[in-house]
């Protein structure tokens, strides 16, 4: 089935934004991108007038098995693996209806993700393509071993880390620092060893997978990025000698600066634990500070957004992308950071992550102008993954599809 968009702004995911542009697009990949028009034929054609045509938007730190509850430990303590299944597949299908056609898994009880990722990727499903850590390997008693394997030494995170990868996992996340979710703990302060990190960094290395750290407090930060760590994320602390081993490892920040903001924003009231709200509390103002100076600085940034943690819903990135473009980014490097960057920091960007010819066609087509006003991405016209529309606003609505 091939598809033609004529008169469409394509905002390409490297930069650049292109007034008038044609594509053509089948179930393999883009044909044609340039000044229109062409003659060549298409099944269907949509007149992109008044549209924006962007790469379909990655979110590289989600938890479909979480969808928003203010206790993340109930659902989790409550929730059996069926019930996990279910969760995760209707938090998927909201991720894709915000145009999100790529989502990273940070971590899941039972290796749901990882089960849902081979179930859509065998047509079984539909939903964005996964990419899943399955459960994160934490030290014993670690940030959020209520869902994670623990393991100690650096034998225990070898043999934690061949398990994940044999159990199908493309990303290990391990948890480098404590956490503003899991009681007991504290965020600042280091947990696995740059060792044991760099044990599981090298496994992930030699399976061709790779890794993510969450990691707020500096020395832990540090220690993730000189074991060789893909991602940091949240990076709450990072001073200037921690964004210079950023800089000089190739490592990428993924902040999920909507996380604090929305536990804050509710807080106990709606029913958050007390020691939550108080831990995010403290980290707001570091967190947002760090993650101006890393951008300053020239630090890769990909978009993720932490879904699935107190009142974080599934389907509203969006806030994501406005907290940064607050933060300094202009319209186009939070675009680029929302697909091309993401796409690089998992190692598919040859494949998808920009609006080229010979890409993949996960795309997404807005009514209006981004580069006007960023909030433009919540009015989605239209999904494709991989060139199938899986998404269709266009006949019955034009009202925000995240309105959930
Ligand atoms: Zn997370």
Redesign the pocket.
Known sequence: MKTKITNVTVYNGLGGVFKNQTLLFDENEILFCGNGPIDKEADIVIDGKGLSCLPGMIDM???LNLDGAPDISKTISEDNEAFAAFRSLVNAQKQLNAGVTTVRN??SKYNVDISLRNAISQGILEGPTVYAAGQPIVMTGGH?HFFSLEADGIDEIRKAARTQIKAGADVLKMMATGGGLTKGVKPGAPQLSEDEMQAACCEANNAGKTTAA?AQGNEGIKNAIRAGVTTI?HGVELDDEAIQLMLEHNTYLVA?LS?PQNVIKYGEEAGIPKYAVDKNREALIPHRESFKKAYKAGVKIAVGT?A??PFNFHGDYVTELEIMSQLGMSTQEVIQSATYMGAAALGVQEVIGSVEKGKKADLLLVYGEPEENISTLRNIHSVYVNGKCMVDNAETSRVPSNSY
């Open positions: 730190h989600v938890h940070c971590g959020c969450h994320e999920t996380a932490d699935g943690t």
